[in-house]
């Protein structure tokens, strides 16, 4: 399974952004943390070397033509609006964003961004999330952004423990590396967990529910996970051996999806302006 997020990351993040991704099948390896995380992160790195923004004047910008990938230690937009560009760099869903208007909210961007060799020829080795987070200074030089986080109380997922208990054993020793990443065929999809903490599981389950999934099982320690459900084309289509992702959670791990109410970061855009011309 590939390590890097390479593909195209419509449905922006999934939460995936988020980055997002999303992501498709390798969106997963990134590690989601939300607005407030990803301008963290953008506080600790340089900026990237070089980095060129156009409008993309000859096409309207739609899921299946517009795309973002990093790989390389060089990000690539293409026909993407600006409300694509905050869901995946800030890593948060479209419908949390808000003061974007006007012009600005329908143009079309072309987007690269490039961390150039060091003068002896190694390359940095920079994550996917940081690659995305590098994008925040550079929004803010180009469209002159000023953003700012606001907690609102939204929907949410808490993940309890079912009343069958939890069918896996959690490993109370040190944990020595972990990932995570979904993978599948057709309508069927199946999530890969290594050294797994439920924290770990929860973000995963943000991507897949497309909402905020909170860790309330009060579980230690971390396993390995395999979790298998069909996607939203199976259970329309009535397919008798389709199951949800709710009906896997409990059925396969002893835990539950409980719809509830909780805190969930917003961006409010304060200025922001048409960029520059390169």
């Known amino acids: 399974m590939p390590s890097r997020a390479q593909s195209t990351l419509f449905r922006a993040f999934a939460f995936c952004l988020a980055a997002l991704i999303p992501i498709s099948a390798a969106h997963a390896q990134l590690i989601h943390k939300g607005p407030q995380g990803a301008i963290a992160l953008s506080r600790t790195l340089a900026p990237y070397d070089v980095s060129v923004i156009k409008r993309n004047n000859q096409n309207s910008p739609t899921e299946e033509s517009g795309s973002i990938s ?13 409300k694509l560009i905050l869901q995946v760099v800030y890593d948060i869903k479209g419908d949390l964003i808000t003061g974007l208007a ?13 961390v150039l060799p060091r003068p002896d020829g190694t390359q940095a080795k920079l994550t996917d999330s940081q690659l995305l987070a590098m994008m925040i200074p550079v929004l803010a030089d180009r469209f002159h952004l000023q953003v700012h986080t606001e907690p609102k109380i939204a929907p949410v997922y808490d993940l309890v423990v079912a009343k069958s208990g939890i069918k896996f054993k959690l490993d109370q020793s040190e944990r020595k590396g972990s990932g995570w990443g979904i ?10 967990a290594k050294n797994s903490s439920l924290a770990d599981l929860a973000a995963a389950l943000s991507d897949i529910t497309d909402r905020k999934v909170i860790d309330k099982t009060n579980l230690t320690g971390h396993a390995d996970i395999t979790l298998k459900w069909a996607d939203d084309v199976a259970l329309t289509q009535a397919d008798p051996n389709a199951i949800s992702i709710f009906t896997a959670v409990e059925e396969q791990l002893g835990l539950k999806l409980q719809p509830s109410k909780g805190p969930v970061d917003t961006l409010v855009i304060d200025h922001v302006e048409m960029p520059t011309e390169n």
């Open 183 to 192: 993978d599948g065929e057709n309508t069927q999809r199946v999530l890969n």
């Open 70 to 82: 990093v790989h390389d230690n060089i990000l690539i937009a293409s026909n993407v609006t600006l």
């Open 102 to 114: 006007g012009p600005l909210a329908s143009q079309s961007f072309d987007v690269t961004a490039k």
